[in-house]
């Protein structure tokens, strides 16, 4: 700093001694070091907290002041309200008790690579604005395309490449609009009325909505049914006899998506044979493989995959079981130049040489927004921290937790598995008991769920397919042990035992 600046800079702090520094180091080094044992203590104790939430609605406001304060408090005070205001109203994602969704998963690299991201805070637009940003992703986008065996197709070292996007939703939007201009610009944007979109009923429900958002007409979304007999996998014969309908009558078949594990049952959708249908009638083929793609880092379940050399993109999301932390979507395409070309921007205010000459990428053009956190830290952290064969053991460890839960389903002939368990997800349910109609089994099934998070001990979900009722038991969070899952089919036998009690008295 020149001379001037240096005493500018003394004048400024002269004037006001309690000078506004929203960014000393060394009071940042004190709140990150309060903030790392409240953390750890967090994760430490997390099991002495209710999984789901006890609170009801709006009992926040009814604790915090109706304005902001006037003046600073200290940071011991803000983190004691966390613990006695906000930790009440959680939902703990991370006790090793919580087997609701599918996981959105954490580690300890995962956590000091975000660290490290806000510490840059780099709004990697394009390559220029942080060309280690931009690189690194590039990078590890290739390091995880490897572990999956993709084709070069995909990867940057091929004639392909990957993005990291917040979500699946994001991707489909992205791939779906790229798919959309690319038809339009044969058959003219007066038809955009014409185009047809794929899917099944088990398709994540985001679908729909992403397809209204890219200006296709509801009545053009296709959902079709897929049937227990089929495990509630998109049937391909199916797919061409609704396609061909549709050729009939004038419309433009435009985008099938397919999903590897489906939200409810973790359903794979043949995606060789889909692709052989899409293929001829020049439809845009994307792959949901959200959850379970990432178990097929492991070869024994990469066969899940086979037939992704056909399809034009897949996303995948490290978040949910490769231990990332929230948001982290992986997005391969084969054509980058299909997306660019329909989300590309350039105002003059980002033009410089390196842009210009096309000889780097702009990652503001592979997305919707054009601001991006430098998200592949996080990534990049956990893969050389812990190596493929750590993360492969970890996907195999939770699979393991998974089958010795269903053998205990197994085991107690009042309940049955209603479809095949694949990765860490067991969909069963109470069967039906003598003299109770089928209604009255899903009621009893409600209850049972019901009584069982209400205790605080376990958080379960349930899903409707084909008419039933299910409940679903996923195994996925980081602390979960075989001991936490053995303690939640305990509670659920227990709690069934009073439940059928009840019933017969």
């Known amino acids: 700093m020149g001379s001037l600046g240096s005493e500018f800079c003394t004048m400024s702090k002269s004037v006001d001694s309690k000078e506004f520094k929203p960014l000393d180091p060394e009071e940042f080094r004190e709140k990150a070091h309060k903030a790392v044992d409240f953390i750890a203590d967090y994760y430490k104790n ?70 490290l991201c806000n510490c840059f805070n780099a709004v990697g637009f394009n390559w220029l604005a942080s060309p280690a940003a931009t690189e690194l992703e590039m990078v590890v986008m290739d390091w995880l395309a490897t572990m999956l065996q993709l084709p070069k197709t995909f990867m940057f070292s091929g004639s392909g490449g990957g993005v990291l996007q917040s979500t699946t939703s994001e991707s489909i939007l992205c791939t779906l609009v790229a798919a959309r201009d690319r038809v339009l610009k044969e058959i003219g944007v007066q ?26 007409h509801p009545q053009n979304i296709r959902s079709l049914p897929t049937t227990a007999e089929d495990d509630f996998s998109l049937s391909p014969r199916l797919l061409r006899k609704v396609v061909e309908a549709d050729v009939a009558q004038g419309l433009v078949p435009l985008y099938l998506c397919a999903t590897m594990g489906t939200t409810s049952t973790t359903a794979i959708d043949p995606i060789k044979h889909l692709a052989d249908v899409a293929v001829d009638y020049r439809m845009w083929v994307h792959v949901d493989a959200a959850y379970g793609g990432n178990a097929c880092i492991c070869p024994e379940y990469r066969h899940f995959l086979d037939g992704v050399e056909l399809v034009d993109s897949l996303s995948l999301s490290p978040h949910k079981w490769l231990l990332t932390y929230l948001d982290c979507c992986c997005l391969w395409v084969k054509k980058p130049n299909l997306i660019v070309n329909s989300l590309s921007t350039n105002p003059e205010y980002l033009k410089n040489k390196i842009s210009e000459s096309d000889s780097a990428v702009s990652y503001k053009d592979w997305q919707v927004g054009t601001g991006r956190k430098f998200k592949s830290l996080r990534l990049w952290l956990v893969l050389r921290s812990y190596g493929v064969t750590n993360l492969q053991n970890h996907i195999r460890t939770d699979i393991q937790m998974a089958i010795t839960f269903e053998r205990l389903v197994r085991s107690d002939p009042r309940f049955e598995i209603m479809v095949p368990r694949r990765f860490s997800l067991v969909c069963f349910r109470l069967k039906h008991f003598n003299g109770f109609d089928s209604a009255y089994t899903e009621l009893l099934n409600k209850m049972l769920l019901d009584r069982v998070n209400s205790t605080g001990r376990v958080y379960m979900t349930h899903t409707m397919v084909g008419g039933v009722y299910l409940l679903r038991f996923a ?19 227990e709690t069934t035992d009073a439940l059928v009690k009840d019933c017969y008295a």
């Open 46 to 115: 997390i099991e002495n907290y209710p999984v789901l939430s006890q609170v009801q609605p709006g009992y926040l406001r009814n604790r915090l002041p109706e304005t902001p304060p006037d003046t600073p408090e200290s940071f011991d005070t803000i983190l004691r309200d966390v613990q006695n205001d906000i930790i009440p109203g959680m939902t703990h994602w991370l006790s090793p008790n919580f087997f609701a969704f599918f996981p959105a998963t954490v580690s300890s690299a995962a956590f000091v690579g975000d660290m």
């Open 191 to 216: 038809h955009i009325g014409k185009l047809v979109v794929y899917g099944s009923d088990q398709t994540h429900s985001t679908y729909m909505k992403v397809c209204k958002i890219a200006g296709i």
């Open 475 to 493: 195994v996925g969070a980081t602390l979960t042990k075989d001991c936490h899952v053995v303690a939640a089919w305990e509670l659920i036998r």
